[in-house]
Every structure is written in C-alpha cells, then in structure tokens.
T-cell receptor, first 112, second 116 residues
Framework: GEDVEQSLFLSVREGDSSVINCTYT??????LYWYKQEPGAGLQLLTY?????DMKQDQRLTVLLNKKDKHLSLRIADTQTGDSAIYFC????????????FGSGTRLSIRP | NAGVMQNPRHLVRRRGQEARLRCSPM?????VYWYRQLPEEGLKFMVY????????ESGMPKERFSAEFPKEGPSILRIQQVVRGDSAAYFC??????????????FGEGSRLTVL
C-alpha cells in the first residue's frame, strides 16, 4: 500500500534542535523528500534523499533514512522562528509513473 | 523565471455551480500534478498528466471531477456541481518529466475553493 505517516504537531524552543519523523510503506520508493509549507503558500522542496543512502546533511538540515524500518527523519539544528511551518514527508512511488505521496504534514511551532 | 502559476488564487462558488482551476507549469515542464489539501490535512494526490494525456487519475473522485492538459494552454481542473465538501486548497505542481532527475515537484501557491 501507499501510505506516509507523520505526527501532526511539534513544538520546540528557539535555538534547540527539531526532529520531525516519518514512516512510509512502499519499499520500492526511489526518493524520499522533505517539503516545507509556509502559511498561505505552496510547498517548497527542502531536501531529498535517494533510497540507497543513509544520511544527507545540508547546512542546518540532516536527513536520516532507516530503510529496514522505513523510517525517515529531518533534524533542524538551531531552530529559528523562521522555521515555523508545516513540514511534509513524501515518497516517490516507483511502480506508479512519477506519483509522489505526501504525509499529512507536521506543524512546527517555535517557543521563545 | 516564472514558477508554477495557478489562478484564481481564491474562488467562491455556491453549491451546484462549476469551479475551474487553471495551472501553467514552469517553463520547460511537461508533467503536471494536482493535489488537494483539506483543512488541517495533508496533500492528497488527485491526478498526474502529461501534455494531452492523463497518466494516473487514481486519486480523482469518480464523479464531477475532471482534468486536462491540452497541447496549448494551461492544465484545467474542473469540478462540476460543487458541494461544501469540495472546499479545499488545490495545488498544482510540475516537473520536467522522465529521465535522470530527482522527481522534485515545483508547486504553485494553490487555489483556495470555498463552496457556500
């Protein structure tokens, strides 16, 4: 089946690290993505990881992939108020052309 | 370098009317996707189109909804006889297509449909 799950809310203190988790079901996924949606806007790709990788780091962002458990996480170091947004995990479905399946999104809020 | 353009940004319709949402993909992109985002929910895949072809419409409701991507002009998502449950944000995304790419989707800012 095609399903991507994430928790709905996360609250962190400014300056701390945020860790957003995601689980997916399709073992044939080629790419896994993290998208960011700010209020009233569309989604923007933050980062992606190819399914044969374990980790990818890009400045304050670290993506970890546990393919055995089908678990993906996004760590944001030194979280700032500008990081407040909804973060969507997504997977590409190899068996279905180029369809990309999104999770329900995790709303990240920052406490002062 | 214009991104994905959607219009209208906001649309209000009464029950039973028709809604037409338009999407112009990024320049050079031949693949278009439509997603629906219900309030406080994630994105649900609706349909994936290439020029003049529907590739995957597994997320489209069987009735009242249709999509097209003609040879010339924008992609259109059409909802006939709208009901209150159709109220949502409809996002269009485009990609360059098949080939050695990451499959990244480029999203428009969405069209927010409100059905009274």
């Amino acid at each position: 089946g095609e399903d991507v799950e994430q928790s709905l809310f996360l609250s962190v203190r400014e300056g701390d690290s945020s860790v957003i988790n995601c689980t997916y079901t399709d073992s044939s996924s080629t790419y896994l993505y993290w998208y960011k949606q700010e209020p009233g806007a569309g989604l923007q790709l933050l980062t992606y990881i190819f399914s044969n990788m374990d980790m990818k780091q890009d400045q304050r962002l670290t993506v970890l992939l546990n393919k055995k458990d089908k678990h993906l996480s996004l760590r944001i170091a030194d979280t700032q108020t500008g990081d407040s947004a909804i973060y969507f995990c997504a997977e590409s479905i190899r068996s279905s052309a180029s369809k990309i399946i999104f999770g329900s999104g995790t709303r990240l809020s920052i406490r002062p | 370098n214009a991104g994905v353009m959607q219009n209208p940004r906001h649309l209000v319709r009464r029950r039973g009317q028709e809604a037409r949402l338009r999407c112009s993909p990024m320049k050079g992109h031949s693949h278009v996707y439509w997603y629906r985002q219900l309030p406080e929910e994630g994105l649900k895949f609706m349909v994936y189109l290439q020029k003049e072809n529907i590739i995957d419409e597994s997320g489209m409701p069987k009735e009242r909804f249709s999509a097209e991507f003609p040879k010339e002009g924008p992609s259109i998502l059409r909802i006939q006889q709208v009901v209150r449950g159709d109220s949502a944000a409809y996002f269009c995304a485009s990609s360059p297509g098949q080939g050695p790419n990451t499959g990244e989707l480029f999203f428009g800012e969405g069209s927010r449909l409100t059905v009274l």
